[in-house]
């Protein structure tokens, strides 16, 4: 049973950066989708971005391309998604999620459905 857990997450003024951080030890990032999603306080969960069979497709959705950055440290396990320029509206929950599937397309990277793993989620709060 693969066990992710993210971290990273606070409080952070309009314009300022976090990283987060999703470890994800014995999870074997080959041919999978790795993503992460964010969920706001009265509405649902959207995803946010993926980086898909071992690193060497980023996608973004369109609110954060430009301003976010997912990698991925295969030594550590490691899923982090860099947030810079931020923004009230990122206020969310952010979770990270794995998938044993491979990723063929983006449409297929943003479901839900497809994935497999959560965390508990961490959340991030930017104020104006």
């Known amino acids: 049973q693969v066990q992710l857990a993210e971290s990273g997450g606070g409080p952070v003024q309009a314009g300022g950066s976090l990283r987060l951080s999703c470890a994800a030890p014995g999870y074997r990032f080959t041919n999978v989708c790795m993503g992460w999603f964010r969920q706001a306080v009265g509405k649902e969960r959207e995803w946010v971005a993926v980086?898909?069979?071992?690193?060497?497709?980023?996608g973004y959705t369109d609110a954060v391309k430009g301003r976010f950055t997912v990698s991925h440290d295969g030594a550590k396990d490691t899923l982090y998604l860099q947030m810079n320029s931020l923004k009230p509206e990122d206020t969310a929950i952010y979770y990270c999620a794995a998938s044993r599937w491979y990723c063929y397309n983006q449409q297929q990277a943003s479901d839900q459905s497809q994935y497999h793993y959560w965390g508990h989620g961490t959340q991030v709060t930017v104020s104006s």
């Open positions: 980086l898909a069979n071992g690193g060497s497709s980023p």
